[in-house]
């Protein structure tokens, strides 16, 4: 059964940087190629937001408009494992973030409806 597992939240100032991993196991072929996995965010009471996504097989890559130009969603197939780079980070950033895959899926359906096995998330606190 697929299992992810993020790590890398924690409590950080505004302008910090923080990279998150999202290890995965329990792929049938044992890498990530056909999945698309994408970053999430969410605080309880809030809407889900699809940070960034990625398509494992041609690396196309997709973000939110809040995330554009901070953050780099990226993959390392060797170590089934997922990253999001985080620079500049905001107070409105601090959110719990997850992830999540879900194979033969696109980053556009990836990021609308986070489809698929997820994480139990990593908290993201951006404060002074």
């Known amino acids: 059964q697929l299992q992810l597992v993020e790590s890398g939240g924690g409590l950080v100032q505004p302008g910090s940087s923080l990279r998150l991993s999202c290890a995965a196991s329990?792929?049938?072929?044992?890498?990530?190629?056909?999945?698309?996995i994408g970053w999430f965010r969410q605080d309880p009471g809030k809407k889900r937001e699809g940070v960034a996504c990625?398509?494992?097989?041609?690396?196309?890559?997709l973000y939110s408009a809040s995330a554009e130009g901070r953050f780099t969603i990226s993959r390392d197939n060797a170590k089934l494992t997922v990253y999001l780079q985080m620079n500049n980070l905001r107070p409105e950033d601090t959110a719990n973030y997850y992830c999540?895959?879900?194979?033969?899926?696109?980053?556009?359906?990836?990021?609308?409806?986070?489809?698929?096995?997820r994480g139990q998330g990593t908290q993201v606190t951006v404060s002074t």
């Open positions: 329990g792929f049938i072929l044992d890498t990530l190629d056909g999945y698309a």
């Open positions: 999540a895959a879900s194979p033969g899926t696109s980053v556009q359906a990836m990021c609308a409806f986070a489809p698929g096995q």
């Open positions: 990625i398509n494992s097989g041609d690396d196309q890559t």
